[in-house]
């Protein structure tokens, strides 16, 4: 077998570029709104979880975030290009917002908290009015307007990188790149959502303060910015010439190129596609807590191994999306996703396999270093085997909304396909824990495979199975 294709896409500066750029745009993801970095500082600090669920409002931005993106779209800053300018203004800026995260102090929340439970004691309706009060005092709050901000600058930065990840791929290249990218954003949520976590931790001896933590995550942003300043200029598409132009140009394209029929397919497959898998996400962890399986192993092996294989998944399906194309990897890949929750269901109707296995895991007590972890074989393989095929579906679905986007307009229109995708994300799964409940969780988890089938249903209208992919 032949290898050194391989070996060039991986010592390939474009693809070593993504792999950073991914990164950057992971890392501020668990920093703000119901990240868990965040989340487990405000709660370490004593602030109500009505609070904490109300920060869940400084994500907005990153659901919102089609609105601005014609500006990026529009606009040439005068330094690096349309799109290395805007990736190296937002980096900068970020650095500077964590910082000023990283100084607030979340004990003015819980005072805020303990006013509001105050001014409810005495009504009828106290849960509705503490969550009343607690809207009004915590919106105006400076330690949320900077959530709010990093937020916003999170998800321009993620304009500018899914505008740069289209224009500076061919067509061939766009399963490797997605693959690429991923993995240095799954690699950065390891780091924000686990190790942030682990070194922060009172229980662990020379823990560092979360003000400390957010520092760290500042510096670390200047992987982004280094990225930037190296990565190759990708090839140069005229801008709209006017803001109004910025604006419904994109929308005349998807419809000049697709046609509305297919528009209207492609974009309710955007929503739907990945729908199961969403409800599934949103209550593994109620589910495995309600297993009994402690924290240290949902932490562990959810935490890093889940990531590993999402990430081990990504690149994979990279590569058999560069050779087999997007619409052959639209199907098999989505029909894996689906599947691949019947091992959820098995592990709700047979519960823990009372086999325990030893695997290598980071390990934190007095320094971080690799050990030895026991847990139970049932686990590791449901989270081995829906992470690693959720990470085959990343890749195809990113593929596929990188070759829909025209690089013109690449900023806009994949910001609208991202924002769509948030709905299934967001909203349509909110209602997964009532869900859960009423049919209980053998049900939920046959309910999340049937939940995959009306995107798959789309598949025939825009990318037919034997239809020829563009080189």
């Known amino acids: 077998m032949n290898i050194q294709p391989y070996l060039k896409v991986f010592r390939s500066r474009k693809m070593a570029a993504l792999s950073l750029l991914g990164f950057s745009s992971g890392l501020p993801f668990l920093l703000t709104g119901t990240g868990r ?13 009505t609070m904490i669920g109300l920060f869940g409002l400084a994500a907005l931005p990153y659901s919102l975030k089609v609105f601005w993106a014609p500006f990026l779209d529009r606009y040439i800053p005068p330094l690096f290009g349309r799109r290395r300018g805007w990736l190296i203004l937002t980096q900068i800026a970020l650095v500077a917002a964590i910082l000023l995260l990283s100084r607030q102090d979340p004990m003015s929340l819980t005072q805020l908290g303990v006013a509001s439970t105050e001014v409810c004691a005495s009504s009828a309706v106290k849960g509705l009015c ?8 915590l919106i105006p709050s400076a330690f949320f307007q ?16 899914d505008a740069y990840r289209t224009d500076v791929l061919n067509p061939a290249q766009m399963g490797s790149g997605a693959a690429f990218f991923v993995t240095g954003y799954r690699i950065a949520l390891v780091i ?3 190790i942030a976590l682990m070194i922060a931790d009172p229980k662990n001896p020379g823990h560092w303060a979360w003000s400390q933590v957010y520092l760290l995550m500042a510096g670390l942003m200047a992987i982004g910015i280094i990225a930037t300043v190296f990565a190759p200029e990708p090839k140069n598409y005229a801008p709209p010439t006017t803001m109004q132009a910025a604006i419904i140009q994109p929308f005349q394209d998807f419809i000049r190129r697709l046609g509305w029929g297919r528009l209207l397919a492609v974009l309710a497959f955007v929503v739907l596609y990945r729908y199961g898998d969403a409800l599934l996400s949103v209550m593994v962890v109620p589910f495995l807590l309600g297993a009994k399986y402690s924290q240290s192993d949902i932490g562990a092996i959810q935490g890093f191994l889940g990531i590993l294989a999402t990430i081990g998944g990504t690149i994979v399906g990279g590569g058999i999306f560069s ?3 997007v619409n052959k990897s639209l199907w098999i890949f989505g029909i894996l996703q689906a599947l691949s929750n019947v091992a959820y269901w098995l592990l709700a109707m047979l519960g823990k396999s009372g086999i325990m296995v030893w695997i290598p895991m980071l390990i934190f007590d ?3 270093s690799i050990g030895w972890y026991q847990t139970d ?3 590791l393989a449901t989270i081995f085997i829906e992470n690693f095929c959720t990470g085959l579906g990343t890749a195809g679905f990113l593929g596929f909304m990188m070759t829909v986007c025209n690089p013109q307009f690449s900023a806009t229109q994949f910001a609208l396909l991202s924002s769509l995708m948030a709905v299934s994300r967001d909203i349509m799964a909110s209602p997964a824990g009532a869900f859960s409940k009423s049919m209980g969780w053998s049900n939920f988890f046959l309910a999340t495979i049937l939940a995959a089938i009306p995107g798959l249903l789309l598949l025939p209208f825009f990318a037919p199975w034997n239809e020829k992919n563009p080189e």
């Open 323 to 325: 050779k087999i194309g």
């Open 37 to 49: 970095a965040l989340q487990a500082w405000l709660k370490t600090a004593g602030v109500s979880d």
């Open 192 to 194: 924000a959502g686990g």
């Open 130 to 137: 503490e969550f009343g009060q607690s809207f009004k005092t």
């Open 146 to 161: 900077i959530a709010l901000l990093v937020a916003f600058l999170s998800a321009t930065q993620d304009i500018s990188a």
């Open 366 to 368: 007095q320094s971080m």
């Open 377 to 379: 074989l049932g686990l």
